[in-house]
């Protein structure tokens, strides 16, 4: 699993680069500057939690795992639905179904960070 988490951060790091280079040149002039905005968080928590995984990889807690899929499943849902609601004008589709999804990533992102810091002050808590 700790290789997959390795390819999953190294993936997020690569489409990174690959949408931030979309929104800061295709999506200059097509999409207000509010949804281009919305558009670059994605693509920094992208990054962010793509670094962090391949960091994450490289520890052997026991519950690697688990922090490795709640940050990976919330990155996604967190991410990918900022970049479908922030270019759903440009598609000509409504999107806001994927309104609740957002928060629904940021709360995995939070609790795998949560799991992590937990980990971190087991050895001061017993």
Do not use: R
Not at 4 to 11: D, N, P, Q, R, S
Not at 48 to 60: A, D, F, K, P
Not at 96 to 121: A, N
């Amino acid at each position: 699993m700790l290789y997959i988490t390795e390819i999953i951060g190294t993936v997020f790091c690569l489409l990174s680069v690959i949408l931030g280079a979309f929104g800061s040149h295709y999506l200059k002039n097509k999409i207000t500057q509010s949804e281009i905005q919305s558009f670059e968080i994605g693509v920094k928590y992208l990054i962010y939690h793509g670094l962090s995984l391949l960091i994450i990889s490289q520890l052997y807690l026991d519950i690697t795992i688990w922090i490795s899929v709640l940050i990976t499943v919330g990155t996604i849902l967190f991410s990918f639905s900022i970049f479908f609601l922030s270019t759903q004008t440009l598609f000509n589709k409504n999107l806001k179904i994927l309104g609740p999804i957002t928060p629904l990533g940021g709360l995995l992102i939070i609790i795998g960070w949560f799991l992590l810091l937990l980990e971190f002050l087991a050895p001061y808590l017993n």
